[in-house]
Each structure stands twice: as C-alpha cells, then as structure tokens.
C-alpha cells in the first residue's frame, strides 16, 4: 500500500493571496471609516488636466500631499521641469515613489519625504496638489492659510478647500478646482 502526500502548494499560495486580499480590503475600509484619504490613483488626464491648472511655469516647487505612487510628481518633473516634492505617509507608496523616480532619471528633479504632510513645512511651494478626503482639506486649510506665500497655486481634485476658487473643471467622474493663496 502506497501512501501519497497531495501537492498543497496551490491551496496554500491561494489562501496566502485571500488573506492578503482580505487585509488590503479591511485596511481600505477602516480608512474610509476613518475618512481618511485613501490611496487611488488618478487616471493619467487628470493629472494633465491639474498640470495645465495650475499654470505651471518655471521656478515653480510643486508639491504633492499624499503622492501616492509619485505619478502626479513624474508627469510635473517631466513635462514641466519643475522640482517636485512629495509627501507621503505610507511607506510602501514611499518607496514606490522612489522606484517610479529612479525609472524616469528625476532623482535630480524629485524628492520623496515619507512622512505625515501636516509635520512638514510647506512654504517652499509655489504649486501645491492633493487628492484628499473632504475632512482631510478641511484640517489641512489652516496649515496652508499659514504656511503658503501669496500667489501659491493649489489644486485639489474632487474635495473643496475654503479659499476663493479660480476655476474649476470637470476631469473624469469628478471636478478640479483651482485656488490661489
């Protein structure tokens, strides 16, 4: 009589993927519970869309609070070659970033900083962008009252901020509004 062992490498690797799954999914939900911005990455001609918004012209230190994968910061490096910095909170998407930028040959151009936004110190910017929850720009709104000179350009897709809107424009399935300081 021959005893033969199954092959579980499959329902392992399957149930490894579930649980990885689950736990993105649990971390997405607490988020949203929390109203938290969570991480979504915006289509390529939003970001476009932003760019051209903000009138982006040289001299211009263009940030990005809660950069995510670093996109918004490439396609500014690259089309408009201005500095970029991005603030992220997240580790991973941190180190995503620096990967992203690495790729592109921005090292000179862009600058990560994993870190929470409202610990930093914004003034350098001249372009500020953010794709944040709605109870996310409300907090945020003094920090940038403070700290951003007058002329200072911010773009925020799909949340408001209190500031006097310049324009707004619809990008994808929602708007793009356009302040200045």
Known sequence: MSWEIPDLRLPVTLT????????ALIYFLYELARNEAVFVP??????DEMLKMAEIRG??????LGSGD???LVA???KYEVTAVGIERSRFLAWL?????????????VRIV???FFRQNLSEATVVTAYLSQKMNDKLEPKLRKELKEGTRIVSAD??????EKARIKTGHFWTHLYMI
């Open 114 to 116: 994993n870190s929470d």
């Open 16 to 23: 490894v993927i579930a649980g990885l799954l689950a736990a």
């Open 97 to 109: 970033s620096k990967r992203k930028i690495a790729r592109n040959g921005l090292e000179d151009k």
């Open 42 to 47: 915006l289509p390529q001609e939003t970001i």
């Open 76 to 78: 500014a490096a690259k």
């Open 59 to 64: 001299g211009d230190v263009l940030y990005d």
């Open 159 to 164: 949340h408001t901020f209190n500031f006097t």
């Open 70 to 72: 670093g996109r918004v």
